[in-house]
C-alpha cells in the first residue's frame, strides 16, 4: 500500500512536506479500500470517524433535499481529500459519498490525525487550507452560474477534464456519466447535451463518451474571458496566462509543435 499511497500524499496540499516517516505512520494507521461503481463510501450525518484520500477513480459527494431531491456538492478524482473538516470539526458528515466510478480510497482514521495534529499543529494549518480551497471553488462555481452561458460552463468543464493533454488539441473519454456533470454544474443532463453541441462551432465534437477539442486555445478563448480565476485556481486554459503567452495548454503546444 505504501507504494502506491505515498506519492501521492506527499504530493497533496494536505500532506506536502511531511517527512517520510510522518506518511509511514498515517499510512500504517489507514485503510486503502476499493469501492465499485455505485458504492456508497459514506452518509449524510454519519459520525466522521474518518477521512478519504482518494487513489484512484472519482467520488460523487451530495446532499438530499427534503423532498428527496439530490443536490451534487462535488466530484472529486485522484488526490483529492474530502471529509476532513467534519473530522476537525467534530461533526457529522456534511454530505453522502458514493464512488462515481471505480474508485481506491485511503481512509484515515479521525483519532489517529487528531492525535497526530497535537503534535504537529500545523495540520490545523493544512486543514484551513484545505478548507479555503474548497470554499474559493464554490464561488468560482457561482460566479460561473451567474455569468457564463450554459456552453462556456460546458466548455470549461471539458478544459479542465483535458487539462492534463500535450498539444493543439485531442481527444479524451469522459471519466464519468455525463448525467454526473450536468447535475455538478447545475443543469439538466438534456440542456448539457445541447449545451456540448452548441459547442461545435468552437471545435468540440461529441461521439457518445468521446469528446474531441481540435484546439484548446480556440475554446478558452471563448470560455475564460467570462472567468475572474487567477492561473493557479484553474486546472484548465485560463484567459489571463494565456493572453499572456504562459497558458499551460499553450505553452504544451509550442513544446510540441
Given at each position: 500500500m505504501?507504494?502506491?499511497?505515498?506519492?501521492?500524499?506527499?504530493a497533496l496540499p494536505f500532506f506536502k512536506g511531511m517527512s517520510d516517516t510522518e506518511l509511514s505512520a498515517i499510512l500504517q494507521s489507514?485503510?486503502?479500500?476499493d469501492?465499485?461503481?455505485?458504492?456508497?463510501?459514506?452518509?449524510q450525518g454519519d459520525r466522521a470517524e474518518r477521512f478519504f484520500a482518494i487513489i484512484s477513480g472519482w467520488v460523487k459527494l451530495f446532499r438530499m433535499t427534503d423532498q428527496g431531491e439530490e443536490s451534487v456538492v462535488a466530484l472529486f478524482t485522484r488526490g483529492d481529500v474530502f471529509g476532513e473538516a467534519a473530522v476537525f470539526g467534530n461533526t457529522g458528515y456534511p454530505?453522502?459519498?458514493v464512488a462515481a466510478e471505480e474508485s481506491r480510497i485511503l481512509e484515515i482514521p479521525a483519532a489517529f490525525i487528531k492525535e497526530h495534529a497535537k503534535a504537529h499543529p500545523e495540520l490545523l494549518t493544512r486543514m484551513m487550507a484545505s478548507m479555503s480551497r474548497e470554499m474559493h471553488k464554490l464561488q468560482m462555481e457561482n460566479e460561473?452560474?451567474?455569468i457564463m452561458s450554459t456552453p462556456q460552463r460546458a466548455g470549461c468543464l471539458l478544459l479542465q477534464l483535458s487539462s492534463?493533454?500535450?498539444?493543439?488539441g485531442g481527444t479524451f473519454s469522459f471519466p464519468y456519466d455525463k448525467s454526473l456533470a450536468a447535475a455538478r454544474l447545475g443543469m439538466q443532463t438534456e440542456t448539457f447535451s445541447r449545451a456540448l453541441a452548441q459547442l461545435k462551432p468552437f471545435g468540440v465534437t461529441v461521439k457518445g463518451p468521446e469528446i474531441t477539442i481540435d484546439n484548446f486555445q480556440r475554446l478558452a478563448d471563448y470560455?475564460?474571458?467570462?472567468c475572474s480565476a487567477e492561473l493557479d485556481d484553474c486546472q484548465g486554459a485560463k484567459r489571463k496566462s494565456c493572453c499572456e503567452g504562459a497558458c499551460p495548454v499553450k505553452a504544451k503546444t509550442r513544446a510540441n509543435s
Open positions: 505504501a507504494e502506491i499511497a505515498t506519492p501521492i500524499l506527499s489507514s485503510i486503502l479500500k469501492y465499485a461503481k455505485g458504492k456508497t463510501v459514506l452518509h454530505f453522502s459519498a460561473h452560474m451567474a492534463g493533454m500535450i498539444g493543439k470560455c475564460c474571458g467570462h
